[in-house]
């Protein structure tokens, strides 16, 4: 069902691409009347360092430089895949976001600027798995099969720009800068600096993200694109 969906989304964008290739002369015929906006974020379906994620949103403009936007996100791949199964495999996402339109003015009836605040929330749970020693002597390897329980909670200001295909066809690419709140729990965990357990490098750099021990607020920088049809 979730391939069937990835492939119906992927067949859709390229039909777009396709009918804009066809048909140059919409390209000067942008319509900003067109209130409502539905979009994915195709990278998040492709994002090997987090959790590859399918998504949609859909976004309204109240007034005539204001624009509110809901997106929805669902897990549908685990970068990695273990035996263990501690905690049922499960993730998604929501984000809200309010646009200001216009905020740098740009001198094509293609591109659209704005400015916008972003609230964001991730749900991961998944199983992990990491290897370490039980002693300093580096003896007696162990496998440490784990659950780890995540929530994110992540607060952005973004600046993007909008490239108008035709009066239906868009893309949004944005930057943004904010604070990313982390809060990580681990279940059936045996690894322990403290206990003398020594890790194995370099799988210990890219483990230790899944560590409860990570939690906390960090800086969060936020790049993307957002392909979408205006209605």
């Not at 942008?30 to 949609?56: E, G, N, V």
């Not at 403009?61 to 501690?86: F, L, P, Q």
């Not at 309010?98 to 749970?125: C, G, H, M, P, T």
């Not at 965990?189 to 483990?207: A, C, I, K, Q, V």
Request: hydrophobic content about 35%; aromatic content about 16%; proline content about 2%.
């Amino acid at each position: 069902m979730k391939t069937i969906l990835i492939n119906k989304i992927s067949l859709s964008i390229r039909i777009g691409f396709f009918f804009i290739l066809l048909c140059p002369s919409v390209f000067s015929q942008i319509d900003s009347t067109r209130k409502f906006h539905i979009y994915t974020s195709p990278l998040q379906a492709l994002d090997i360092f987090s959790r590859p994620m399918i998504t949609l949103g859909g976004e309204y403009i109240i007034m005539n430089k204001i624009g509110v936007a809901i997106e929805g996100g669902v897990k549908h791949k685990d970068v990695d895949d273990y035996d263990s199964t501690i905690v049922d495999s499960k993730g998604y996402s929501y984000r809200i976001e309010l646009k200001y339109y216009d905020a740098f003015k740009i001198e094509s009836e293609r591109l659209q600027s704005y400015l916008s605040i972003e609230y964001r929330y991730i749900k991961d749970d998944y199983n992990s798995k990491f290897d370490y020693y039980a002693n300093t002597q580096f003896q007696d390897l162990v496998t440490d099969n784990y659950a780890v329980l995540k929530n994110i909670y992540i607060g952005n200001i973004k600046y993007g720009i909008v490239i108008n295909f035709s009066k239906w066809f868009y893309m949004d690419c944005y930057a943004g800068i904010g604070m990313r709140i982390r809060d990580v729990k681990n279940i059936n965990r045996t690894f322990n600096e403290d206990l003398g357990h020594e890790h194995t490098s370099p799988e210990y750099f890219w483990t230790i993200r899944d560590f409860e021990e990570e939690s906390g607020s960090k800086l969060n920088i936020s790049l993307g694109v957002k392909v979408g049809i205006k209605l």
